[in-house]
């Protein structure tokens, strides 16, 4: 396991090493590949929801791809991309909830982010405030905010079966 836990980039770039093809370097950075596409996808989706201008969301989408910051840490085995994607998918469900999403997809959206998100990088916890607004916004309750951090508890020990059956993952 990687020292400071990170179990899901980890447990990602681990099953990318089935792919039967390329060397073990290229397949934990197509993890990081993939992440950074799916991300600029979000993003624009995300501007199109909010301006529904095509051309504001594809600004936005070769906007971010070309980054020479993106380019650089996107395209290598690192937890920065998976990341992106779950402060994506997180801002992006604050945006729907702010059109007016609410009830149980809010529910399930914010505990498997949540989830993800935390057993990622630990720069998840600076997400705090929005993920309090968002069950605040939401009108998710108490029992609706426990139901989702529940849920991103269960993501949090998901991998602890696999990796006690199988040893840490090198």
Known sequence: LHPPGYPSAVFLMQLAQYLPFGTAA?????????FGAATVGVCAAMVFRITLSRV???SIALTLAVQ?????YFTVAEVFAPAAFAMAVLTWLAVEVQFGLRGRRVIIWLGLI???AATNHHGYVFAGPLVLWIMW???LGVRGSLAA?????LCLVLYLPLLSTEGAWV
Do not use: E
């Open 26 to 34: 290229w397949k934990a950075s197509s993890v990081s590949a993939v």
């Open 56 to 58: 504001a969301a594809l």
């Open 68 to 72: 020479p910051l993106w380019l650089r």
């Open 114 to 116: 949540s989830g993800f």
């Open 137 to 139: 916004a939401a009108r």
């Open 149 to 153: 951090v529940g849920i991103g508890v």
